[in-house]
C-alpha cells in the first residue's frame, strides 16, 4: 500500500532524526532554488512496526518542505491504532498484479509485466526470456500476481537449474522452487488461518479479525484482488494448490 502526505498541517510527534534530514532538504534546495525535492519511502516493511511508524512520523513533519510518498506494509494503515497516521495520508492499495482470467481483463498485461521485471532484473536476452516464456506463465500464476514472489521463484528455479548443471531452468526446476515457497509459506501459518481463509475465501474479508488479517496480507499469505470493481481476499494460490485446489491457468 501508498501513502501521500496531504499539504495539511499535521500533529503527530517527529523522530529524533528530523533536525538532520531538514538540514540536508534545506542545503539542496539553497543549492538548486528552482527545483522541488520529493522523497520516496520504501522499505518499511522490513522494519519493526514502531520503528516505520517513527519513520513516517519523522518524514510526515518535514512535509511543508518536500513532497512524499510513502510504500508501508498494511500494518501501518489497517486498524483503529493507524488512525492518527491516516488523518495525515491519503492511501492508494496496490494490489497484486492480475495474472488470471478471472481477475479480470488484463491478466494478459498483467503476465507481462511479471516478465519484463524478470527481463530487467535477470539481465536475460529476449531469446532466453522467449525460451522460458511456459515457466514465466507457471510462474506468474503461481506468485498471485505478486511480483517478489514471481522473482523468487524463477530465481529459486534458476538455482536448482545450476546445481544440475543446465544452463535454462526447466519445469522440474520451478516445481521444486514452488514446493519450496509452499513450506515458507506454511511455515509462517498460526493455528486457524487456514480455516479463516477458507470460510473468507471470494468475500470481502471484513470478518478475519483486524490483526489476523493484518498479518496475513503482510505477509503474502492472503492476497486482495479487485475484480469488477470489488475487492476480494484469496488465500494464496500455493497455498490453495497444497490444500487440494488446482491451479488456474
Known amino acids: ?21 531538514l538540514a540536508v532538504i534545506r542545503e539542496f534546495k539553497k543549492k538548486s532554488p528552482a527545483s522541488q525535492v520529493a522523497i520516496l519511502v520504501d522499505g518499511l516493511e522490513k522494519c519493526p512496526e514502531e520503528q516505520a511508524r517513527s519513520a513516517v512520523r519523522t518524514f510526515l513533519s518535514l512535509k511543508d518542505e518536500v513532497e512524499l510518498a510513502f510504500v508501508v506494509p498494511p500494518s501501518l494503515v489497517i486498524g483503529p491504532a493507524n488512525a ?24 494478459k498485461e498483467g503476465r507481462q509485466f511479471l516478465a519484463d521485471i524478470f527481463r530487467r532484473r535477470m539481465g536475460k ?13 507457471t510462474a ?33 526446476d520451478l516445481d521444486n522452487a514452488m514446493r519450496d515457497q509452499t513450506d515458507s509459506l506454511r511455515r509462517l501459518l498460526r493455528d486457524g488461518d487456514m480455516k479463516v481463509m477458507r470460510v473468507a475465501d471470494g468475500s470481502d474479508g471484513l470478518e478475519i479479525p483486524i490483526e489476523r488479517r493484518v498479518r496475513l496480507l503482510s505477509h503474502g499469505i492472503l492476497l486482495e484482488n479487485e475484480v469488477d470493481d ?12 497444497s490444500d487440494g485446489e488446482a491451479l488456474y491457468a
Do not use: C
Open 230 to 241: 470489488r475487492v476480494i481476499v484469496k488465500m494464496h494460490p500455493l497455498l490453495a494448490q
Open 125 to 137: 536476452e529476449d531469446t532466453n526470456v522467449d525460451a522460458l516464456k511456459p515457466l514465466l506463465e
Open 1 to 21: 500500500m501508498t501513502g501521500k502526505a496531504p499539504s495539511h498541517q499535521g500533529h503527530l510527534e517527529p523522530g529524533p532524526y528530523r533536525d538532520a534530514f
Open 140 to 172: 506468474a500464476i503461481s506468485s498471485g500476481g505478486l511480483p517478489r514472489t514471481f522473482l523468487q521463484l524463477m530465481r529459486d528455479a534458476g538455482g536448482y537449474a545450476t546445481v544440475a548443471n543446465r544452463e535454462l531452468p526447466t519445469r522440474e
Open 84 to 107: 492518527e497516521l491516516l488523518s495525515e495520508l491519503r492511501v492508494f492499495p496496490i494490489r497484486p498484479v492480475p495474472v488470471i482470467e478471472q481477475q479480470g481483463s488484463h491478466w
